[in-house]
């Protein structure tokens, strides 16, 4: 069972535009998040995190937007640029115990940006 | 500051050969962790070093895989016999602690034939 779910495999955006990523999580013990975005045969870089006790942290273009009642984060991207053209990965974090130590990822989303 | 470092970047091998894979985490990182990424699926935890001590392994098949991480440090992953269903892309990554992002090096892409 999946606890980490990113439900759009691709996502074309135009450049200029803003480029929205969604994730969705079923494990309410978790208590960070991340976005690791993926070029091709390179591994996952670290973009942006947010904690759980948080509903929003930014980074430059980067938005990352936390709703722990319907349990969705998502990510934001203005303006969106061709270098942005990669696969995100949505992984949360479980300080405590009961569930796997590491990051949990959810499939990724493949982002487009269309000149 | 050298991030992580794998290697070898690719190998391929033939079915019941043992293969292994390298990692250098960055300075002065205690937690080290390898993942196994499959085609289209992110990545998955195989197993957690704090230090030199495995912490979670629960995802590693043990039946055939094997970790260590000699004096905290550098760590290796070992497969024997490797199977087709191995062929994938195995990702060393490490971070601080286990509450802070971990970085990832390049990751190694086997291919078992």
């Known amino acids: 069972d999946q606890q980490v779910k990113q439900n759009s495999p691709s996502l074309s955006v135009q450049e200029g535009r803003i480029s929205i990523l969604n994730c969705d999580y079923t494990?309410?013990?978790?208590?960070?998040f991340l976005w690791y975005k993926k070029y091709p045969a390179e591994g996952p870089t670290f973009l942006i995190s947010?904690?759980?006790?948080?509903d929003k942290n930014e980074d430059g273009r980067f938005t990352v937007f936390l709703n722990k009642s319907a349990k969705h984060l998502s990510l934001h991207i203005v303006p969106s640029q061709p270098g942005d053209s990669a696969v995100y990965f949505c992984a949360a974090l479980m300080y405590s115990g009961g569930g796997a130590d590491g990051l949990t990822f959810g499939k990724g989303t493949h982002l487009i940006i269309q000149p | 500051e050298a991030g992580v470092v794998q290697s070898p970047r690719y190998k391929i091998i033939e079915k019941k050969q043992p293969v292994a894979f390298w990692c250098n985490p960055i300075s002065g990182h205690n937690t080290l962790y390898w993942y196994l990424q499959n085609l289209g699926q992110g990545p998955e935890l195989l197993i957690r070093?704090?230090?030199?001590?495995?912490?979670?392994d629960s995802q590693l098949p043990k039946d055939r895989f094997s970790a260590e991480r000699l004096k905290g440090v550098d760590s290796t992953l070992k497969i024997q016999p490797a199977e087709l269903g191995d062929s994938a892309v195995y990702l060393c990554a490490s971070s601080l602690d286990r509450r802070t992002e971990a970085f990832f090096g390049q990751g190694t892409r086997l291919t078992v034939v």
């Open positions: 494990n309410s013990m978790f208590d960070y």
């Open positions: 947010i904690s759980s006790i948080k």
């Open positions: 070093y704090e230090n030199e001590e495995a912490v979670d």
